[in-house]
DNA sequence: TGTACATCAGTGAACGCGCGTTCACTGATGTAC
DNA sequence: TGTACATCAGTGAACGCGCGTTCACTGATGTAC
């Protein structure tokens, strides 16, 4: 019996290693063709496993698709948080409060940009992701707690305010990105436009 | 020969009928289940036609649905210009401009709600609806011209600034419809919140 | 008004495709005594 | 430390499905003379 002729894969994969990259596998699939390429199918062929191996991880399709939607969410969640913390100042400062809730804006545009696909899946199966912080929601929430802090956003106004604001990043996002803006000349201005409609409406 | 025992269908269809009817089922197909479920077979089916005879009328699938997309987008459009023209008050009086402005976003939420399968497919294929004023944006950027000549929107803040209003309402559409809000059960709370938010930033 | 012919809008049959999913199986790994 | 057995995570083969699309056809309608 010779040796050199195969791998010999005398050792199975680690455990939990196909679970894994099958999640993996779909989430590359997502960042290049969004939610409807997560086919189970191909994320097994990546792994390099026979189609139905996936179900001894998943229930079916959906549910490996759920998966690299939270995925997705926490890509966003945690690409906005390091913007978050890149911004210098004491929290409680007027100007960095401030430009902290620049750079969530910033941020979730950004990743509309870079990463369409992924952007797409994350909302593509809306899921209870929980109410912790890191969460887009989470974090936005967060700043406009400092923004009140710091004095700069007046404690009346405070409830509720997250909703139209994410509704401008998110809506711009995605007129810019999918809809009927994406494509035009001036992507760029019109995102300057919805952020600064933004700081101008707290002050 | 017996003349009862099935329609004689002597008569074809009218000319154009087909055609028409096509589009008509991929609408109503649209309606249930948003741009994914207008499958050209079924609409050929609902029609009683032969699946490739949809190809007399159609270069294929995608142009059977950019069809279906248009369709979808002017009756948002056709909505909102009847909300608008409901309002009472002659352009340029301040109060009536201001609820024409309302009643923008409020017949865009409202579409979002009462067709979602619609909503869904009218954003669903970016394509040139015209510059013309029978469109969601035309709308709006005439009820911001009215706000001018009203007197209750600084010029100097009008250019441009019909994107971050877009944007409001859009988003939160999108996000209390299909997306991680959808369910809450605060929408409505949170619609309201976003039209004040904007009514509030334009005075 | 009648005839010859081109065009148009359907029919009938079939294609290849890739998908999600099910079934019976096998062999390695972990566990109990 | 060794053996018997259950469990786990893969394989191999196959399924039914519905889709978009192509091909050769046919018969009614419109047009030219």
Do not use: S, Y
């Given at each position: 019996v010779s040796i050199g002729e195969e791998a010999p894969r005398s050792r199975r994969r680690p455990r939990g290693d196909v679970?894994?990259?099958l999640v993996a596998a779909g989430v590359e699939?997502?960042?290049t063709g969004g939610p409807d390429a997560v086919v189970l199918r191909e994320a097994t062929r990546i792994v390099g496993v026979v189609p139905n191996a996936a179900y001894r991880h998943f229930a079916d399709r959906d549910e490996?698709?759920?998966e690299v939607?939270?995925?997705a969410m926490n890509e966003?969640?945690?690409r906005m948080a390091a913007d978050?913390?890149?911004v210098r100042g004491k929290r409680g400062n007027p100007a960095a409060a401030q430009r902290r809730l620049g750079a969530i804006g910033t941020a979730y545009l950004r990743f509309a940009h870079?990463?369409?696909g992924l952007f797409a899946t994350a909302f593509a199966v809306p899921q209870q992701h929980g109410y912790n912080e890191r969460t887009p929601l989470g974090l936005l929430r967060d700043a406009l707690d400092e923004l009140v802090e710091a004095g700069v956003l007046d404690p009346q106004r405070r409830e509720g305010i997250e909703y139209p604001i994410w509704s401008i990043v998110h809506g711009t996002a995605v007129l810019t990105g999918q809809g009927p803006?994406?494509?035009a000349p001036d992507v760029r201005q019109i995102e300057t436009l919805s952020l600064a409609f933004i700081a101008n409406s707290l002050t």
């Open positions: 679970r894994a990259g699939l997502a960042r490996l698709l759920a939607c939270t995925v966003l969640a945690d978050i913390a890149r870079e990463e369409p803006l994406r494509g």
